[in-house]
């Protein structure tokens, strides 16, 4: 596909829901759905997939989409009161058409969207905690797509959250690909009620079901495929931390919107910031970034 620029579209979804498409001059392009700010699709110049979405996902609310990067906000897991994950995956965002100014060295060669999302008075019943949340999502003229979140407490009392971009990467077969940067660290186990281990392992490999939060992570983290020959680099700003999610086979036969084999092409490793919660004063506000590229590897 030739074109002078990048492009933004608008389209709607079979349910009505309205989704953006970014593309940048060479071909890569990036789909967003507006319910739950969620990037659905992103895919090479040569339109080739990079995130995996279930073929039993179901796309209308109250259901959250088996895909893509769902973005758990704020709350993280079951780690409170709230939902599994919090609730602004299962929420409609709106297009920002006046957001913020962002850092001047910030590029303008890109596609991007700038989304919000502000609580509902359903949404205050249960989280009592006024905010906004904007996120910019992008697609760079390299074709690396980017995450920028920026979250206000516009409360007249402190609050607390966790976050994370659940990303599912599509992989060829998750017994093949290995995950590195996370040698030494810590982890907390969802397996063993979060108890706390370090890891062993020079690189992350799979043999059975892994749900994990690395804490304290480095800002860049490798997903290497060696059947497909490419590596996902991720790199982040903000989320200390790296959530690694594969549900295996036993798993994958109890959830209703995900198939019994799909466990093999898939495989979530997630910036995060969830061990210390991030806390906002009155009017401050927190930034996290997430950016992830995909290179050829030998």
């Not at 759905?33 to 279930?54: K, M, P």
């Not at 036969?253 to 466990?263: I, L, P, R, S």
């Amino acid at each position: 596909m030739n074109q002078s620029g990048p492009a933004v579209e608008v389209t709607k979804d079979r349910n009505g829901i309205h989704q953006v498409v970014l593309r940048n001059p060479r071909g890569a392009s990036a789909r967003v759905s507006l319910y739950g700010g969620q990037v659905l699709s992103w895919r090479t110049d040569r339109g080739e997939e990079l995130l995996f979405a279930s073929t039993k996902a179901i796309f209308k609310p109250p259901y959250a989409v088996r895909g893509g990067i769902p973005i758990c906000f704020p709350q993280f897991g079951q780690r409170g009161s709230l939902e599994q994950h919090g609730f602004a995956r299962n929420r409609i965002w709106i297009i920002d058409d006046n957001p913020p100014p962002l850092h001047p060295n910030d590029p303008s060669d890109k596609a991007y969207t700038d989304l919000l999302l502000k609580p509902s008075e359903d949404d205050l019943k249960i989280w009592p905690n006024s905010f906004e949340f904007r996120l910019r999502v992008s697609l760079t003229a390299d074709g690396n797509l980017s995450l920028m979140s920026r979250i206000r407490n516009i409360n007249y009392k402190p609050f607390s959250f966790s976050i994370a971009y659940l990303t599912y990467f599509s992989i060829s077969d998750i017994s093949e690909v290995r995950v590195e940067g996370l040698e030494t660290l810590d982890y907390l186990d969802n397996l063993c009620q979060r108890e706390r281990f370090t890891e062993q392992g020079d690189a992350l490999t799979f043999e059975s079901e892994v749900d994990r939060v690395y804490l304290g992570s480095r800002d860049t983290i490798a997903i290497f495929d060696h059947e497909r020959k490419r590596t996902f680099l991720i790199q982040k700003q903000g989320l200390p931390d790296i959530g690694v999610w594969n549900p295996w086979e036993k798993k994958s036969k109890t959830m209703v919107d995900f198939g019994d084999e799909e466990y093999k092409g898939m495989l979530c490793v997630n910036g995060a910031a969830v061990e210390k919660p991030i806390t906002l004063k009155p009017g401050e506000e927190w930034t996290g970034r997430l950016e992830l590229s995909v290179v050829p590897s030998s």
